[in-house]
Nanobody, 120 residues
Framework: VQLQASGGGLVQPGGSLRLSCAAS????????MAWYRQAPGKQRDMVAV???????NYADSAKGRFTISRDNAKNTVYLQMNSLKPEDTAVYYC???????????????WGQGTQVTVSS
């Protein structure tokens, strides 16, 4: 199983970005999908999570500005980020729980990270 994240970049304060993360490989089922971020010198924190049923949860810093969604047919999770602030600058990682064919349990998988820089 591989996760390929994309969509990061440099944006001015107040701007928007949309991150995507596509899972590929031996995928029987995907449970939760999420985005985390890690700023230099800080721990990796959850930004947003979406369950297989579509329920969502956000970090306080993301509420009202970020929207997580998923396309189950494409095994892809998205993060729409609006009204970006300099403090949103970080490497963003996607995370999923995947059950592969031939198994009966979910395993944790991380994407490679995509840099988001908010600066004027």
């Amino acid at each position: 199983v591989q996760l390929q994240a994309s969509g990061g970049g440099l944006v001015q304060p107040g701007g928007s970005l949309r991150l995507s993360c596509a899972a590929s490989g031996s995928i029987k089922s995907i449970n939760a999908m999420a985005w985390y971020r890690q700023a230099p010198g800080k721990q990796r924190d959850m930004v947003a999570v979406i369950t297989s049923g579509g329920d969502t949860n956000y970090a306080d810093s993301a509420k009202g500005r970020f929207t997580i969604s998923r396309d189950n047919a494409k095994n892809t999770v998205y993060l729409q980020m609006n009204s970006l602030k300099p403090e949103d600058t970080a490497v963003y990682y996607c995370y999923t729980q995947i059950m592969s064919w031939g198994t009966t349990t979910y395993s944790n998988h991380w994407g490679q990270g995509t840099q988001v820089t908010v600066s004027s």
